[in-house]
């Protein structure tokens, strides 16, 4: 179904003002709390939450954060501390683990991608159990009817263990930033052909590029123009984002999205293992032929980021990935290596294949804040309902969204006449996406803002107030001329078949990766190799996980 977002966003904001009176009246009545929906919560006495913080390399937490930034604001508003447990993000998943596994957990724990591992052994809490004191997270899972998504979060026990990030349309963020200037001289109006321009058109277009820029002396018949970031080694060995864009076209899962390789037969109602599928063999005879064709880099999957991006930036490739929050920064490169005015560029709109007219994104859950069990036993339920109070207005409400993102209206941003947000004048944010002068104050890196624990879920209007014209403009194209692909039914695994699909999961989904990258190099050949391949899956259990798969969604159904 096609999302126009403008409309979506003013007809959703019409529902969701007509529900925040009942609600607030229902979470105030139910406890005797003041808090409800739309409320700052606060808290009378003084109060400390332990919370992890997953601490990003490239935007580390200073002292000022505490004393002035992000920290001192939430407790200026709420009366509360937050004793912060500070974890190198490249660490995160590991060393939040084993604090979990010791027992020594903050209660409140952000940033969490995948929670299974901590639901047997009763380390967090099922917070399904105690969402209906959370007013302004059970208004938007009742107003953006998110009831669906969140069934996919629920475990054996027909509960859910982590308040994940919603939004209320999934939005692209990841897409190819085109030099169009190079894509005229080749004879092609990217605007006027993105709407319907196939994966196997985009390569044809592409060769021709290159036939252009060997002529205009850029490059020279051996080399490529097109050296992709986010897919080397500086990711998980599977192709990372390249991969996830264009499997997600074939309707296959793939790169970052690889997950377990199963996906969903509406027709059939049942799983296949999509990752010896026709469509997978359609899609990586494209991606090789791209290499085969001197187009794509095959260092693309071998190569750290910034070496992709210097190619780029010095007028050596035609294409390069971006996104929202790095749009502007590409930009600031290529003005500083090729001068601003000398180049032309076009955030396009994703190809397509000839089967299927998807978008990346399908989903509307992000990652999200597990709450440790620790914290109901130390803190008892009243006042672990009133944290929960507190993690709802933090992680949940406009305001707290408005603060985390964009700090303090008048301090740091002003809202516009038009209702429209900006940063004031002598700042910039790179999280934000927005640029501004050498000496400019980055809110970021000096206060914490718009940082990556506190996840952007939201409305439509919420996700994009930091959009600049043209990111805001691919978003809708994006929107407008391609579809979102159907959520897969949810299972529920029980904990022995949880852990059997595990076992099978690993050693298959990195032999599917290992091979992929092998078709699309041209270590091994597509059309000749292509049967071993299936056979190499069939061995590592594919056909046995499917099966497993379909026995458990036939029991899930029957519930």
């Known amino acids: 179904m096609k999302k126009r977002l403008l409309s979506m966003a003013m007809a959703s904001a019409m529902v969701a003002s007509m529900a925040v009176g009942a609600i607030g ?11 409800g929906l739309n409320e700052t919560f606060y808290s009378e006495e003084p109060v400390t939450y332990s919370i992890m913080f997953s ?33 190198d993000s490249g660490d995160y998943d590991s060393k939040k683990a084993l604090m979990i596994n010791a027992g020594e957990a903050s209660y409140i724990i952000p940033k969490t991608y995948d929670e299974s591992a901590f639901v047997e052994g009763g380390a967090v809490v099922a917070v399904s159990d105690w969402v209906q004191y959370m007013p302004n997270y059970t208004n938007f899972v009742e107003t953006y009817s998110m009831q669906p998504e969140l069934k996919t979060l ?25 030099r169009k200037d190079y894509f005229e001289g080749a004879g092609y109006d990217v605007a006027a052909l993105e709407q319907d321009w196939t994966w196997d058109e985009f390569a044809d277009i592409l060769a021709d590029v290159k036939a252009y820029m060997v002529e205009q002396g850029i490059v020279t018949e051996e080399d490529y123009i097109w050296s992709d970031l986010w897919a080397g080694s500086e990711v998980d060995g599977s192709g990372g984002n390249l991969l996830k ?21 509406a027709e059939t109602d049942q799983f296949y293992f999509a990752s010896t599928s026709e469509d997978y063999k359609a899609y990586v005879t494209l991606m090789s032929g791209l290499v085969k064709d001197g187009i794509l880099d095959p260092e693309t999957f071998t190569q750290d980021n910034q070496t992709a991006c210097n190619k780029f930036y010095r007028g050596e490739t035609a294409l390069l990935s971006v996104n929202r929050s790095q749009y502007t920064s590409w930009l600031a490169n290529m003005d500083e290596q090729l001068g601003e005015g000398n180049y032309e560029t076009y955030l396009c709109v994703i190809p397509k294949s000839d089967k299927h007219n998807y978008m990346p994104e399908n989903i509307r859950l992000e990652n999200g804040v597990m709450i440790a069990q620790k ?35 008048g301090e740091t941003y002003q809202v516009n006449e038009d209702g429209t947000k900006s940063l004031l004048d002598g700042y910039k944010c790179g999280g934000l996406g927005i640029a501004g002068e050498e000496e400019d104050i980055d809110i970021r890196l000096q206060w914490g803002y718009a940082g990556g624990n506190y996840y952007y879920g939201g409305t439509v209007a919420q996700m994009s107030d930091n959009f600049i014209p043209e990111i805001m403009d691919f978003v809708n194209r994006m929107n407008e001329y391609r579809d979102v692909k159907p959520l897969n039914p949810a299972y529920t695994a029980n904990e022995d078949e949880n852990e059997q699909l595990n076992l099978w999961k690993t050693p298959l989904i990195d032999n599917v990766n290992t091979w992929t990258l092998q078709f699309i190099t041209g270590v091994m050949d597509v059309e000749a190799d292509w049967d071993a391949y299936v056979a190499s899956c069939e061995g590592l259990n594919s056909t046995s996980m499917v099966d497993m798969i379909n026995d458990i969604y036939a029991r899930t159904k029957g519930e």
């Open 375 to 409: 914290a109901l036993d130390e803190l008892g339920e009243e006042e672990f309902i009133k944290m929960l109070r507190f993690v709802d207005w933090l992680f949940y409400s406009d305001e707290a969204y408005d603060l985390v993102k964009w700090g303090v209206e």
């Open 25 to 35: 009246v229902q979470a105030e009545e139910a406890e005797g709390y003041t808090y």
């Open 245 to 265: 864009l264009v499997g997600a076209a074939y309707g296959v899962p793939s790169g970052w999205a690889v997950g377990n390789g199963v996906e969903y037969d």
């Open 154 to 178: 629920e475990k054996a026990d027909g509960k859910y263990y982590r308040l994940p990030g919603m939004l209320e349309a999934p939005l692209q963020d990841y897409t190819f930033l085109l």
């Open 55 to 87: 601490d990003a390399s490239w935007y580390p937490m200073t002292e000022t954060w505490k004393t002035e930034g992000i920290f001192a604001k939430i407790q200026e508003l709420t009366n509360v501390t937050l004793d912060i447990t500070s974890i």
